[in-house]
């Protein structure tokens, strides 16, 4: 075996062992035929390189791709076994369910906890049968025997009906679906709605020791969250327990709106940044106690372990940890790592533990800003500085260094990461760059500042909330520097859904370059930036250029609808171009949210022409309010018939006044022009005593 070959053999490795996963999750859950035709060559390929070249590095590469396949495989097999099963148990009456509880959150209105549960048995009659993989149902607290959640690795069973798990199926967005396939959940639960009919099967004091600590680390987190209620400012409070423990339900929708615009949504998810950063501290922490290095390494280890653990192991900071533990354990052994081998060790370990991986969002997005940081921040140095000495002092000069090392991997992330972020996100804001260069500097001292104001308030009230008071000022400046990047329309670019196959033709383009292959030439500092700076232009001209071809519009009409439950959304693009949504699902969950906002930036709109009420029952106009709000309009159709006492109509109305909405009436016999496509309105008729009853409407009202 030659692996000499391989400066890097992780990389051959992890490269066959996705390629595996990839043949089964995607090519064989689609086209099995093609599927099998694609091993068959791949087999043949490896066996005839291995026998012409007698190095069995392709046949142990093979095997690696069919150890994936096989991993992979075995997934696909249980998701088809699960469903057998919920077919032969399809019935109205209910089963008994016994599982053990594998993960407990609650859901955004506290009352109701969602639980997903392995080792599932279902019994029905006197057959019981073993569900493959794990199931998910949603439980209120006082269900439970005990008052509480049960903890991790406890059993439960409770009657209910099982059945397949259900999702809105719409054009684009987030597949739900596929995400539960990714966890392995192939079944829903529904509980039978009997009081303290759900208990606990084992008692606490028999649940294993993972259980108890479990258990403690999520009172322990929810302790540290009041703490920061208290010592800090509200709203930076919340933001502040969104940012430590990845709390998503801290955030308003307002405030998810203008993280996720200005492109800083990262500093409020935990992620990879999180874990380095909690890392300096925590080393400076225990240096600071006289811990030696490799102690002081370890127990930086140890913490930040505990610390993902309370966190539920995000993919993004599991990578961020398992580079740290890379670095940690070659520094004790006395050996050297870069910073890219531990980058392959931590890929290898997740993927090891978690085939599905690859398909995450979070963990993409991690692993292409670190390698990004990685491939491109040297050669940012090499481009953009010089190699004489400096006059200044030597702190200066290591100060400077920094400085420019954070704005080069800035600089890095930004151009590598485009053409991901337009594909996960529809749009790119140009400033979010310089948000994010300036947000680096204060997101340690934040951190650190909020860690240290909840410590402090254990011991002394008034302490942490002046640490608390500082560390809010400093999370206000962060919340405003997003809040100014989010407001900027002119940086935002909006786009169609970008395909797939688009956006690794960005990549080729991005990284094919020469440039990537560092080499001592007196030349090749300006010919590798200037062929930098045309293969990034390159890229970036393919995405504009397809977003130029997407708006051309063919002269027909399109009519989308959205799949939003129970209501009806549907949205007319007109062939002039024009946007008309009628109605927008229920406001609870918010489907206007949930669906019909992604799904209008999917198709590129930005801004709706018409936005229409079609009458105020509220799984009709309840998600107007919220796609008006995150998309804008310019103009709201409402009948004369709105009840003004409906907080449905009411946060309408509200929303459209300050959005700048022109709110024109509904009646029958009115019409308006959308190009050559004419709108006639044919209920509800005329009554002009309705709409005097509404909330007073902005002075801009008119008839249609």
């Known amino acids: 075996m030659h692996f000499l070959h391989f400066r890097r053999p992780l990389i051959p490795c992890i490269a066959a062992y996705g390629l595996g996963l990839w043949l089964i999750h995607d090519i064989y859950h689609s086209t099995p035929q093609l599927a099998l035709i694609f091993a068959i060559a791949v087999t043949l390929a490896a066996v005839s390189v291995t026998l012409l070249r007698r190095d069995t590095t392709p046949l142990f590469l093979l095997l690696l791709t069919l150890l994936g396949a096989s991993v992979m495989g075995i997934r696909e097999r249980q998701s088809h076994a699960a469903a057998d099963i919920l077919q032969r148990l399809h019935s109205p009456q209910p089963k008994i369910i016994t599982g053990t509880v594998r993960a407990t959150a609650e859901l955004a209105d506290t009352e109701r906890s969602r639980i997903v549960l392995s080792h599932v048995h279902i019994t029905s009659g006197s057959q019981t049968l073993t569900l493959p993989g794990k199931l998910q149902f949603n439980a209120e607290t006082k269900a ?15 009657p209910g009906r099982i059945t397949p798990p259900s999702a809105l199926q719409n054009f684009f967005g987030y597949d739900r679906l596929e995400a539960l396939r990714h966890q392995a959940i192939y079944a829903t639960a529904i509980p039978m709605a009997v009081p303290g009919i759900i208990r606990l099967a084992t008692t606490p004091d028999s649940a294993s020791l993972w259980s108890r600590i479990d258990s403690r680390l999520t009172t322990f987190r929810k302790t540290i969250g009041r703490h ?39 500093l409020f998810a935990v992620s990879g940044m999180h874990v380095a950063i909690l890392g300096f501290i925590l080393h400076l922490l225990f240096r600071a106690f006289r811990f030696g290095p490799r102690a002081s390494w370890i ?53 090891a533990v978690d085939p599905a991986a690859p398909w995450n969002a979070g963990f993409l997005l991690s692993v292409t800003g670190v390698a990004a940081i990685i491939l491109f921040t040297p050669l940012l140095r090499l481009w953009f500085t010089r190699t004489e000495s400096s006059q200044y002092p030597d702190a200066f000069n290591t100060l400077a260094d920094r400085a420019l090392d954070v704005t080069f991997a800035t600089f890095a992330v930004t151009i590598v990461m485009y053409p991901i972020q337009v594909y996960f996100f529809g749009f790119y804001n140009i400033l979010s760059p310089v948000a994010n260069l300036i947000q680096a500097c204060f997101a340690g001292i934040v951190l650190a500042g909020g860690i240290v104001a909840a410590a402090a308030s254990l011991l002394s009230e008034t302490l942490g909330q002046i640490i608390g008071g500082s560390a809010s000022l400093i999370m206000w400046i962060v919340y405003h520097i997003s809040r100014w990047a989010a407001s900027a329309d002119f940086a935002i670019f909006h786009f169609h859904q970008l395909p797939l196959w688009l956006m690794l033709l960005c990549y080729a383009l991005l990284l094919s370059g020469y440039y990537l292959v560092h080499r001592d030439t007196p ?16 890229g970036v ?25 129970q209501g009806d959304a549907t949205l007319i693009r007109f062939p002039d171009g024009k946007a008309m949504l009628i109605d927008a699902g229920i406001p609870e969950p918010d489907m206007g949210q949930l669906v019909v906002t992604p799904q209008l930036r999917g198709l590129g709109i930005h801004m709706l022409d018409y936005v229409v009420a079609t009458h105020d029952d509220i799984d009709h106009t309840g998600g107007l309010a919220s796609v008006i709000k995150s998309t804008g309009a310019h103009n709201l159709l409402i009948p004369q018939n709105l009840n003004p006492k409906s907080q449905v109509t009411k946060d309408l109305i509200t929303a459209a006044k300050k959005h700048n909405c022109v709110i024109q009436e509904l009646t029958a016999g009115r019409t308006a022009q959308a190009g050559e496509c004419t709108i006639e309105i044919l209920n509800p008729p005329a009554n002009t005593k309705a709409l005097s009853q509404l909330p007073s409407p902005p002075a801009n009202t008119k008839a249609l």
Not at 249 to 258: A, G, M, V, W
Not at 323 to 350: H, P
Not at 542 to 565: C, K, M, S
Request: net charge neutral.
């Open 144 to 158: 439970f025997a005990s008052g509480a959640l049960p903890a991790v690795g406890e059993r439960i069973a409770f």
């Open 228 to 266: 920061l209620g208290d010592t800090m400012w509200h709203r930076e409070g919340r933001l502040m327990n969104a940012m430590l423990f990845n709390d998503l339900r801290s955030l308003h929708d307002n405030e998810r709106q203008i993280f996720r615009d200005s492109g800083t949504f990262h």
């Open 299 to 351: 127990a930086v280890a140890i913490v930040l372990f505990i610390y993902l653990w309370v966190i539920g192991f995000v993919p993004s900071a599991t990578r961020s940890y398992l580079m740290l533990v890379a670095f940690t354990a070659a520094y004790m052994l006395g050996r050297e790592v870069d910073t890219l081998s531990a980058l392959m060790f931590a890929i290898a370990v997740v993927i």
């Open 523 to 538: 030349e090749f500092r300006l010919k590798s930036r200037a062929r930098f700076a045309t293969h990034v232009f390159c």
């Open 541 to 565: 001209g393919v995405l504009a250029a397809f977003n130029v071809y997407a708006n051309f519009h063919r002269d027909q009409l399109e009519i989308y609808a959205f799949d939003v439950g």
